[in-house]
Structure formats: structure tokens, C-alpha cells
């Protein structure tokens, strides 16, 4: 509170509440307290990469009991919590933070600005979703993890798999609750970093452009950001509301979803895929974005039909919220709802082809480079067709009623997240690594990568195909022998540990690839603007920003205009590499700090990491009673709110003198 | 936006040229409120689906008291009116009208609350508990949801008129009370709409 008595205008005293202001910048200290968005981007890559390995390993464990029929490694119960953190963790805190990862890095250095609209808040995006993976798997400590699939339907979701005959003894309604409640409780902290960060990239994209960077100019991937920022801020309060609700019903026995008090499990299916639906373009749209600046890089020719790839994700963005019950053709919602929802759903596969064949009339008759990013983009390209396709099938009712909760759905959202989203953001950290760390990775190693990927993926979800079709049923923890499902399953537990290899190869990679010589500011030629700073970039992303006359600004500041029918023209170099790390045509990066240059950039604080303590302490609050659970709701709303008022009285960045 | 030619000199926009026309601060809270129109709408969405599931327990005419929602709801909007008079003043550089009128704004804020905490415990003593049905228990999120956003604004005000006090906030700070204001503006305009369809819209 002494932080009040200053007047923050002064800005002669550096302490402010109980923190003095960090200064660094080098160290674990800068870390913990940077609000830059480029090391903020980057510890959501790490973070969501550590996720992928936990989620992967689950996923093996999965296929590990069902390589076989009368799998013995993993109970009945073990099997729940497995497949639902599974699926949780590959979504909330894989797939969604590699793509904010990307975002967080390639939007302020896309649009030419120095850094978000709130660098802080920023921060506690990232603090609090960390805050939130922590929570959830603290239920290990607990009683187990949550059980009841990531989609967690009622009534299941309030009694729990099996409430007459549960193995776990007399007190399996205390347990349930326990498991539920880190559900609900953990996707809602998850719910409010993703809200905080939507408002930041909106606010960004609106008012921090670069001059001469109209709407139109954006790179791709900074537009399918843009459409995924206003679908997370939309798609957070109903999820979040559907959370406090389940919340509400298994912690204080309000009847919302409880069948046998009134309430209609159904509602709980609305809200969630009404959230769900959204999310699935959430998971794949930064992937488009990605695959959209690499394929132009590397057939050296401008994207295909910009505006029209721009205009169908945001088609994508506005149809996402008309297609959500196609996820309960079985639901029993009648004929006429089942009818407008199967044909809103083959109406989005329209936008979502003219991104597919604007990306082959991209790379038709370009001069094409097999790199590792470009092949992982076309990796995406192709197996996401196939899952789109497979997700057409799905718009028909009646088929789909058939493969309503067969492998033929897990296949179909494999192609689609893995084979999409998960392609995508790969070929994403081939291309912009050596933008981040300043060196490239291995190409022999990458390719090798993609293939053993590419393969595995393959062995692992086109026979998931042939199961559903043969009935097998998701979520089932063992199978009897001699339902036809022995041989592809064997299939399928071989691909998944083709998977493991290759992300194994990834990580040598990553580590045979430390002492690459610098890879210079520009390595693949590309064609916009981050390309035009060192790699990897000062504090401040540009000593001069830059002014932007063309999409594609980067490339016809190398390249002459000609006519059609020549090659294009290199322009002459203005400047040495050496003398200027910035690239001879782009930022005349000094190597001079912010401060050196007079500009003014926002200091670290420790607000935001101390912010997200509170929420997780609060949230165990609500599985006791009595004074435990005042106390712990007290001690985070402490910390949540005193962290809030220090940090509002802490101006974004101390005045030097 | 082809018309943006000066460069930022500051990351932040502290009165420097914005692509949009409008402060950081501003666009955001304009953004959040969107998506603030989801969060209850997804509350009010439920609330008319279980409108008359109330499992034999009281229904909306049984334990809804009109007049008395009517009059707190009365004083809510009429803090709506001290806020407009409140960022007026400060507009004006009227820092002692400032003053009063944020701290009444906040007090009708106050009031309103103790307004509902006194008819949630009417209602748990008549039995209309969480749990007793989806009817109850959707109504009490819906309102308790909006008393904990009618909470966060009047704590912001009461903040804003005790910083104004020792000089934290001057007449420079119109847009933070601007901002504040949209808030409350934003929480006051739900209590209308969620007025109107608890309490106004006859059923049972």
C-alpha cells in the first residue's frame, strides 16, 4: 500500500508495494518477470511442448491397453482419467498455446510495432495458463485426475462412470467431485488467460499497425490471429459460464445438469459445443495462418488469392458459431435441427476448400523448395483434406449417426487437429526458429522428422478409419477378442510409437542444432516484415519501424518489379551483413539498446507472475468447507487482488532520466 | 487506415496516433464488454430454459418481491445518472463534483448490493435455496454473477474517489473514469435486461 502515498508521475522511487521494480534482462529472473512478447512467446512454446510430451505419453499408455483385446495395463478407472487428460492437455495446453505461442511472438514483429498493446497483460496470460496446467494435474496429489472425457456430458459428469458399483469404495461421489472439480475449476483459470490474451491481439492488430500496414496488408497469419482473437473472446464466457455451472452442480448440488432434479444434461451439450465448435477453428486457424507464409516463402510466388484466403477465415470465423450441433446428431433434437445443423456444416467446409485450393494455386508452377517447413505444410494441406473430407461425411445425419462415438470420429478429428494443427505449428517452428534463436535447425534431421511423422500419423489414425466403420466404440478401456478390431489395433499401437520416435528426432534436432553458424536475418528469403529485423530481434523488434507500402513488404524491397514474364530482379544491397545484422534491406538494426535509442519500452514486473498464484489457491478453496475453505478463498483473493492493485499503480514503464 | 502516416514513438499509446482513433485502454474495455454480452447471455439463456422447472419449490410469483426489486433497481440506474454527472465534472476539471458524484455513484452502487443481499437471504429463509431447482439455482447465478460485477464497480469507484483524494487521480485522468464508467454503464444496462426478464415477464 505504500505505493499509493508515491505519486507514480514522479517516477523518482523504484519501489512499489512489497516488489522493488526488476531490472534484468539476462537470467531466470528476466524470465519470470518479462513482459516482453517475444520471450513471452517463446515460454509458451516450451511450456506447450513439455504439455505435448505428458499428453503423448498418455496417448501411448492409451495405445499401449488396446494394442491388444483384453489390454491389462491400465484399470477401467486409470483408462478415464488417462484418455480425458489426454484430450484436455493435447487441446487447452498444447495445440492452443503453440498457437498463441506463435502469435505472441509474430504479431507485434508482423504489423511492424514494438511490442502488444499490454505487454503485462500479456505476462499474465501466460502465468495464469501455466497456473492452470499445474492445477489440474495437481489432482495426481488428489483424488485422480478428471474422468469424464474432455467433454465431460451429463449426467456422467455429476455421478460419475458407474454410481451403483464403483470400485473405488464408499466414498466415490467425494472422489468424483474431486476429479470434477479440477475440470471445471482448472479449464476456467485456462479460460481467463485465453480471454485476456483475445482482448490483447485484438487491441493490437486495431491500433498498433505499422504506418502504411492497412487491414489488408497483414501478413496471413497475423489476419487468422486477428479472426482466432475475436473467436476466443466470444467462445470463453460460454464455456466458462457452462464451467461455473457444473461447478455449482458438483460442489453445491445446484440441479443444472442433474436429470433426476429438472435439470437437462442437454444444456450442458449446447453450451459446451456452442464453446467447442469455435474451438476446433481456434486449434487450426494460427495453422492456416502458418502454412499461408510459409508455402509463398518457398514456391516463390505471393499467395494465391490473398483476399480470398483472408475473407473465407473470417467466413470460418462467423459460420464456427452456426454448426455446433452437428456434435449431437444423437442428442435427439429432431429432424428440423438436425437438418439446418448437417447443412450449416457442409457449408463450412466451403470457406475451408477455397484456403485448400488457394494453397495449390499458391505452389502451381512455383519454384517449388522442399524444405522442412514446406513440407510439413504440405503435410498439412493434404492430411487436413483428408480430415475435412472425413468431417463431411459427419454433416449427413443419418451416416453420422452410425459413427457417432466410433474411432471413424477420433480419426476425423486426428486428421484435423493433428494432421492440420499439429503439421502446421511444426512447420511453424521449422520456419521461424532461426528468426527466434538466431540459427536454423537441421534440415537432414527435419526431414527425417516429417517422415517418420508423416508415417506414424498415418499408421496411427487411417486404420482408426476401419475401426469405427467396424463399431468400435471410443472411450471403451478394453475390447473382447474376436470383434474383427485385433489387427488394426496392433496397427494403430505401432504408428503411435512411430509418432514417439519422430518427436524424438525433433528434440536431437533441437540439440544437434545448438552451434549452427548464425543464420542471418533473412535465411529463407521471405517476403514479410519480421524478416527485416536481426534474429533474432532487439527488445524493441525494430530500431526504425518500418513503413510498409506493399503485402509482401519485405520482398519488393529485394526484388525489382518486372514484367510478368522475367524473373524478378534482385536489387543491389545497400549494406554488408556484417556491418548491418539487420539485413541489407530492412531495419538498420544498431545493436544498441531500447534505451540507448530513446525508446521507450515497458519494464518487467512481477505482477503478473504473483497474479496467478492467487487464482490456483483460491480454486482449492472450493473443495473444503468451513474455515479451510474461507481461508484459501481469502488467501487468493489476496493475492489476485492486492497483485491487481499493485500492478495498477505501477506504471507500465519507469521514467528514465 | 491508409491514413495513419505518423510513426508511434511509444509502445504505449500515451496520447500518440492509435490505428483505431481510440486509446488502448478504451478499445479494450469496448472489447471485453463484447464479450461480457456472452457471459451473461449464456446465464440468461438458461435461466429462460428453466424458467418454470422450480421441482415443486417456489415459483417467480410466490417469492419474487416487485416493489422492492423495482426500488433497488430504481437507485442502480439512477447511479448510472452519477456517473455521467461524475465524468462530467471531471471533464470540466470540477474536481469537487467529481468527487461527490463518483462517492454517490458508489454508494447507489452500495445500496443496490445490500439490496440483494438482503432479498437473497429473504429467499434462503423462505426455502428458494441453490439447490432447491434448476429455477432457483439458475436465478441465483444470473444476479449473483451480476452483484460480483455491481462488487468490482463500486470497489473501482470507491478506488477511483479515495486516489482523487491524495491527488492519484486529476483532472489529466478522464479517460480512466471514462473507462470506468463504461464498466458501469455496461453492468447497469444487464441489470435492465435481466429486470426485465426475472421479474417483469410473468410466469409460474
Given at each position: 500500500m505504500t505505493a499509493i502515498a508515491e505519486s507514480p508521475s514522479t517516477g523518482t522511487a523504484r519501489r512499489r508495494g512489497f516488489f522493488s521494480r526488476p531490472t534484468e534482462t539476462t537470467g531466470w529472473k528476466s524470465w519470470l518477470t518479462t513482459v516482453d512478447h517475444k520471450k513471452i512467446g517463446i515460454m509458451y512454446g516450451v511450456g506447450a511442448l513439455l504439455f505435448f510430451v505428458v499428453g503423448g505419453v498418455e496417448a501411448l499408455l492409451i495405445r499401449a491397453q488396446l494394442a491388444g483385446p483384453e489390454g491389462e495395463i491400465l484399470s477401467a478407472d486409470a483408462y478415464n482419467q488417462i484418455f480425458t487428460m489426454h484430450g484436455l492437455t493435447m487441446v487447452f495446453f498444447v495445440v492452443m498455446p503453440l498457437g498463441a505461442a506463435f502469435i505472441n511472438y509474430l504479431l507485434p514483429l508482423q504489423i511492424g510495432?514494438?511490442?502488444?498493446?499490454?505487454p503485462r497483460i500479456n505476462a499474465v496470460s501466460l502465468w495464469i495458463w501455466v497456473a492452470a496446467g499445474l492445477f489440474i494435474y495437481s489432482s495426481v496429489l488428489f483424488d485422480g485426475m478428471p474422468n469424464s472425457s474432455w467433454v465431460a456430458y451429463a449426467p456422467q459428469s455429476i455421478v460419475g462412470p458407474d454410481p451403483n458399483g464403483y470400485t473405488l469404495g464408499a466414498d466415490a461421489a467425494a472422489i468424483h467431485q474431486s476429479r470434477m472439480l479440477f475440470y471445471s475449476l482448472g479449464l476456467q483459470i485456462a479460460g481467463v488467460a485465453s480471454l485476456a490474451s483475445s482482448v490483447n491481439f485484438i487491441v493490437t492488430v486495431l491500433n498498433m499497425r505499422a504506418p502504411g500496414m492497412t487491414l489488408m496488408r497483414m501478413p496471413v497469419f497475423t489476419w487468422m490471429s486477428f479472426v482466432v482473437a475475436f473467436l476466443l473472446l466470444f467462445a470463453m464466457p460460454i464455456i466458462g459460464i457452462a464451467l461455473w455451472q457444473l461447478m455449482f452442480q458438483t460442489r453445491f448440488a445446484a440441479p443444472f445438469y442433474d436429470p433426476l432434479n429438472g435439470g437437462d444434461p442437454v444444456l450442458w451439450q449446447h453450451m459446451f459445443w456452442l464453446f467447442g465448435h469455435p474451438e476446433v477453428y481456434i486449434m487450426i486457424l494460427p495453422a492456416f495462418g502458418i502454412i499461408s507464409e510459409i508455402l509463398p516463402v518457398f514456391s516463390r510466388?505471393?499467395?494465391?488469392g490473398y483476399s480470398a484466403i483472408v475473407f473465407s477465415g473470417i467466413a470460418i470465423g462467423f459460420m464456427g458459431w452456426g454448426v455446433w450441433a452437428h456434435h449431437m446428431f444423437t442428442a435427439g433434437l429432431g429432424p428440423v435441427a438436425d437438418a439446418a445443423f448437417g447443412i450449416s456444416t457442409m457449408f463450412i467446409a466451403v470457406p475451408t476448400g477455397i484456403k485448400i485450393f488457394n494453397w495449390l494455386g499458391t505452389m502451381w508452377g512455383g519454384q517449388i523448395r522442399f524444405t522442412t517447413p514446406m513440407l510439413f505444410s504440405i503435410g498439412l494441406v493434404s492430411m487436413f483434406t483428408i480430415g475435412g473430407l472425413s468431417g463431411v461425411t459427419h454433416s449427413i445425419v443419418p451416416s453420422d449417426t452410425q459413427q457417432h462415438d466410433t474411432y471413424y470420429v477420433v480419426a476425423h478429428f486426428h486428421y484435423v487437429l493433428f494432421g492440420g494443427a499439429l503439421f502446421g505449428l511444426f512447420a511453424g517452428i521449422y520456419f521461424w526458429f532461426p528468426k527466434a534463436f538466431g540459427h536454423l535447425l537441421n534440415e537432414k534431421l527435419g526431414k527425417l522428422h516429417f517422415a517418420l511423422m508423416l508415417i506414424g500419423f498415418n499408421l496411427t489414425f487411417a486404420p482408426m478409419h476401419f475401426l469405427g466403420l467396424n463399431g468400435m466404440p471410443r472411450r471403451y478401456y478394453t475390447y473382447a477378442d474376436g470383434m474383427g478390431w485385433n489387427f488394426w489395433n496392433a496397427v494403430v499401437g505401432i504408428g503411435a510409437l512411430v509418432i514417439a520416435v519422430s518427436f524424438i528426432v525433433f528434440v536431437l534436432n533441437i540439440i544437434v542444432s545448438r552451434n549452427n553458424p548464425p543464420a542471418g536475418a533473412d535465411p529463407w528469403d521471405a517476403?514479410?516484415?519480421?524478416?527485416?529485423?536481426?534474429?533474432?530481434?532487439?527488445?524493441?523488434?525494430?530500431?526504425q519501424i518500418p513503413t510498409i507500402s506493399d503485402r509482401d513488404e519485405l520482398w519488393y524491397r529485394k526484388y525489382a518489379s518486372t514484367s510478368d514474364k522475367e524473373a524478378p530482379v534482385r536489387v543491389p544491397a545497400g549494406a554488408s551483413d556484417v556491418a548491418n545484422p539487420g539485413g541489407p534491406y530492412g531495419d538498420k538494426v544498431s545493436g544498441k539498446s531500447a534505451k540507448e535509442l530513446g525508446i521507450h519500452m515497458p519494464d518487467p514486473s512481477w505482477f503478473p507472475l504473483i497474479l496467478s498464484i492467487g487464482l490456483p489457491v483460491a480454486a482449492y478453496g472450493v473443495f473444503y468447507e468451513g474455515a479451510l475453505m474461507i481461508g484459501l478463498l481469502a488467501v487468493g483473493g489476496i493475492i489476485t487482488f492486492g497483485s491487481m492493485i499493485g500492478w495498477a499503480l505501477e506504471p507500465s514503464a519507469e521514467e528514465h532520466h | 487506415m491508409s491514413a495513419v502516416t505518423e510513426t508511434p514513438a511509444h509502445v504505449e499509446d500515451d496520447g500518440h496516433t492509435t490505428n483505431f482513433g481510440m486509446s488502448n485502454e478504451k478499445l479494450a474495455m469496448w472489447t471485453f464488454i463484447g464479450s461480457e454480452c456472452l457471459f451473461f447471455g449464456a446465464m440468461i439463456a438458461t435461466y429462460l430454459l428453466y424458467l418454470n422447472r422450480t421441482n415443486g419449490g417456489p415459483t417467480a410469483f410466490d417469492i419474487f418481491d416487485i416493489p422492492f426489486t423495482s426500488a433497488s433497481t430504481f437507485i442502480l440506474l439512477m447511479s448510472s445518472l452519477g456517473m455521467v454527472l461524475a465524468l462530467d465534472a471531471i471533464q470540466k476539471k470540477d474536481m469537487r463534483g467529481f468527487q461527490t458524484w463518483t462517492l454517490t455513484t458508489a454508494v447507489l452502487g452500495a445500496i443496490f448490493l445490500s439490496g440483494q443481499i438482503y432479498e437473497f437471504t429473504f429467499f434462503v429463509e423462505e426455502g428458494?435455496?441453490?439447490?432447491?431447482?434448476p429455477f432457483s439455482a439458475s436465478f441465483f447465478v444470473l444476479t449473483g454473477f451480476h452483484g460480483i460485477h455491481v462488487t468490482v464497480g463500486v470497489v473501482m469507484l470507491f478506488i477511483l474517489w479515495a486516489l482523487s483524494l491524495k491527488g492519484g487521480i486529476t483532472e489529466k485522468n478522464t479517460e480512466t473514469v471514462e473507462l470506468v464508467g463504461l464498466y458501469w454503464h455496461f453492468v447497469d444496462i444487464v441489470w435492465i435486461l435481466i429486470f426485465t426478464l426475472i421479474y417483469l415477464i410473468p410466469v409460474g
Open positions: 510495432a514494438r511490442d502488444v498493446a499490454f510466388k505471393p499467395l494465391f517476403r514479410s516484415v519480421e524478416w527485416l529485423t536481426s534474429s533474432p530481434p532487439p527488445v524493441h523488434n525494430f530500431d | 428458494f435455496k441453490l439447490e432447491t431447482s
